[in-house]
């Protein structure tokens, strides 16, 4: 094996560590005796949506449900990523949290591979190639910096953004990574060489795609036809590309216009993108040093695989800022096009430091792009750690997570619990059962479901307080210690149509009579 | 071309100036009973003051586009009158479209503070002042220029009262071309005092200089926003922006020619002061000394600037232009809810004003004499409500016979001063739910008793119960 190889392994093995260091402390070292959730500061909310797909196919469904909305529904969402995890977990016997953090890692790893293979198309050198490998894995803004004034930077909470933080994010989202740059690998390929083969597995990489993440197809699509189209100006073959790249797409359009859950969920998925400024501070100095690369290749002459990584940038900026209410989803793995200009660009800085202190300048502008990710671990560290006994959001106390399990248990399937919002996040991930609300878009009318649950806790009428239940069809209702539907007025006890079924340790779970 | 359409769209903001009803109803008034409304008629505490409306202008300006246009109107005017600020201010100087973007990004950062609200008259003495600069950098090579000085004074001395800047300004640049060209001094000085004196044609005379002079060193001021310094928790600001500008401003000045820089100097020092302390100068500052920038820009084989030569410096600029663009259009705007923008917006942005609560009030009328929160006086105004103003946004400088109520007001809303409170003996009280007023009125136990005859979410309405 090659040195440079070694080395890549090594800073992979390094990086996959980092980024999950906050974890596995926190696992290992847990505050005030309590449970950790297995969750960061960025998209919190979201690790337990997916940590109840891996539930439910734990529990033997092969097709998932939204389990964060009482509205009726039938199993409709194919999740093959989470069906598999699921899989596993259920043959080996690990809770799903858990099954969720080793399908990440283990993902993470498949990804360093991927982007190994997919940097080889554009580099012969194996130093340029170890030195951009660095850079794509670690480069991030001057978010860090500047968090106080501008906490939009986009380096600071949007992790599809940015390679490293996207390592942190759920299993399906580094797939999503590792099939973008396989198909972009077999689509490389096929410029090369014009096989049908590769035509075929590029076909089926974003086929894969389109059941994780069917709005990265919104770019693939025109990125393939118009590199096509501008390596080889022959308009056939690149409306080919786009048809086979956009299968996928044209099924999951399908499936979502033809399902109701899911329509609620999309037209519920209102992520549109910061300013550009924000864009400009959270890429940072791999901006600079990009514009630096694309003026080298300018005056060198372009060739495909570049042509392939200006197109990516421009579409996926282009269609970031137009009106789909998604918009800010397609960013994922743009940062990898514009940390690969950004080594040409560094490449050709350097060239006007002498040789001996070009390694050291290297290594110097790495490890400051890299700043923004050490303060992402940090941030980490941080938050976890304010979580004390009486006010958490990271952790959960033993006692109430035996009681979820308990509920899982021994409800049935298709039972709706009411609970706080904190709650209602976690249940559908350990017990997999429905909530009324407990995700601000999973949840359909999430903010109209709290304030009905503000006015069921606040109000002075039993009468109205079953109908709400009646109408909701809510079955349990679960309160964890301190809880704050409690601290009012609100006595469950004193309601003669609930029974309370579980009483340990401060926890409580009424049963709608 | 593209610099100037990405410009404008990004000077389009939702109107939502606080003082934009008591400026309709001030217009309404001046159009239909053809006379200045001189004394106030919406307040209960300084009922019939003699006030200088040093905007009055502006006024019939603002009834007749929202007759004509609504809101949007109003926020696409704004928006052509800053743009056409920028256009004037940068006219006279040979450009590329990489400069013009340079400049353009300055003049938003640094204007945004002041025009970001829609249509007001510190947007409006934009265009009027931006004029002014250009003539007399045009004027420097050829007086006739020089010569529509008078006219655009006379104008900008009756709509806002910064006019005694341009004055002050023309006064400035006047001066050093008096000793820079002694063949022209007659000239220069019959127009500088023309210039001068037709200020005081105005429906105030001089008085409105007495009323731009009393905004000095008054302690009240900090209790409204624009007034405040920039550094206090503004995001419209953009204060590193506007330290990069300085630093910019002082390379221009040493790096060009001193008799083009020394009136601008002269001009800038004042006005940094100014726009530390105050970020409503911060647009000031930058009509006036943007040519300077701009000078800077032009000047041909400058190396550090010579970033044209780059093959990527067009393209990477029509695709950032192409991103603000997309970005103004499909984003921003949308999320202001801009295209179909209502009242109910208007009060959301501009000072969570409640159309519920108006509707409520006029259908049920408070009686007596009541407390109102500060930034909804033009609303109500606008709205006709049937009761009188304790105060509004034309109010915090009125004094007379010793009183203001906007001092009053200060000291009864936010520093929950009880016994003044008292004093008034208030029948009603309409803030927001959370001000400190409120918090007063439901501790103490020695105002009385009250109770909350209307609440939403952002308003609540008491009423004193006798």
Known sequence: ????????????????????????????????????????????????????????????????????????????????????IGQAAKITGVSSI????????????????????????????????????????????????????????????????????????????????????????????????????????????????????PFNLVTVVPTLSLTYFFSRKKLDPALLLAGVAAIGLVIQVILTITNPTLLSWQAQNNLPPPAPSAFLIGYGLITLLALVGIEEKMREGLYPQIKLLLTWIAVTFVLVFSPINFSRRLLEGVHVPIAILASIGLSATLIKFGKDSRKAVAFIIICVLSLSSVYAIFKNFEVINQDVKDNYYYHITKEEAKAIEWLGENSAPNDIILSTRFFGNLIPGIAARKVFAGHLIQTTNFHGKINEINSFVQSTDKNSAQIFLAKNKINYLFFGINDQMLQGNFDPKSLAFLSLVYDRDGVQIFKVK | MFVYVALFTSLIFPHWDKDWGWHYRYGEYLLTHGEFLIRDIYS?????????NHSWGFDPIVYFLTNTFGFMGLSLVNAGIVFLSFYFLTKSFKLGPVQLSILAFFFYQITETGVFEGLRSQSLALLPLSLIMYLLIKGKENTKYLKFLPLVLFVFANLHGSFVLGAAITAVFLGIYFFQYPDRRWK??????????????????????????????????????????????????????????????????????????????????????????????????????????????????????????????????????????????????????????????????????????????????PAGYGLNFYDWGGYFIYKQVPFKLFVDGRMHLWRGKGYGAFADYIEVYYHKDEAKFKEYDFDWVIAYPDAPVVQMIKESKGLGSWRIQYQDQYSVYFVRER
């Not at chain 2, 990527?312 to 103004?328: D, K, M, Q, S, T």
């Open chain 1, 98 to 213: 858990a099954a969720y953090h080793v399908a990440r890692i283990i993902l993470s790893i498949i990804f360093c591979f991927a982007l190994y293979r997919f940097l080889k198309h554009f580099f012969d050198k194996e130093n340029e190639l170890t030195t951009t490998f660095a850079m794509v894995l670690t480069a991030s803004g001057l978010g860090f910096a500047v968090a106080n004034f501008l906490p939009d930077s986009i380096d600071l909470w949007i992790p599809e953004a940015v390679t490293f933080l996207s390592l942190f994010e759920a299993p399906h989202f580094i797939l999503s990574q590792i099939l973008l740059l396989s198909g972009y690998i077999f689509f490389l390929e096929y410029l090369k060489n014009k096989s049908a083969q590769d035509l075929i597995l590029l076909g089926l990489m974003f086929f894969a795609l389109s059941f994780e993440h």
């Open chain 2, 44 to 52: 209960w505490t300084m009922s019939g003051y003699a006030w200088i």
């Open chain 1, 1 to 84: 094996m090659k040195k440079q190889t070694i080395i890549a392994i090594i800073f992979s093995a390094f990086v996959i560590l980092a980024v999950n260091s906050p974890l596995i402390y926190f696992y290992l070292f847990p505050k005030n005796g309590m449970e950790f959730l297995g969750r960061g500061h960025i998209n919190s909310q979201d690790v337990y949506t997916y940590v109840s797909f891996i539930e439910q196919a734990k529990r033997g469904a092969a097709v998932f449900q939204n389990l964060y909305t009482t509205e009726p529904q039938k199993p409709s969402l194919i999740r093959p990523s989470y069906f598999i």
């Open chain 2, 188 to 365: 220069l000085v019959l127009i500088g005092a023309a210039s001068v004196l037709i200020t005081l044609i105005n429906p105030f005379t001089y008085h409105s200089y007495l009323e731009v002079f009393r905004h000095t060193g008054n302690p009240y001021l900090q209790n409204v926003t624009e007034w405040r310094p920039p550094s206090l928790s503004c995001s419209d600001c953009h204060v590193p922006t506007f330290a990069a500008y300085i630093v910019l401003l002082v390379l221009a000045f040493f790096a060009l020619d001193k008799r083009f820089g020394l009136p601008f100097a002269i001009v800038a020092i004042p006005l940094i002061w100014e726009s530390v302390t105050a970020r409503r100068y911060l647009p000031l500052f930058g009509v006036a000394t943007l040519p300077l920038f701009a000078e800077f820009l032009s000047v041909k084989g400058n190396k550090i600037l010579d970033i044209e030569r780059f093959k990527i410096v067009p393209f990477a600029l029509a695709f950032v232009l192409f991103i603000v663009l997309e970005y103004n259009l499909f984003i921003r705007l949308p999320a202001a809810n801009f295209y179909k923008y209502n009242e109910y917006d208007y009060c959301n942005y501009s000072s969570k004003c409640s159309p519920d609560l108006v509707k409520y009030l006029m259908n049920n009328p």
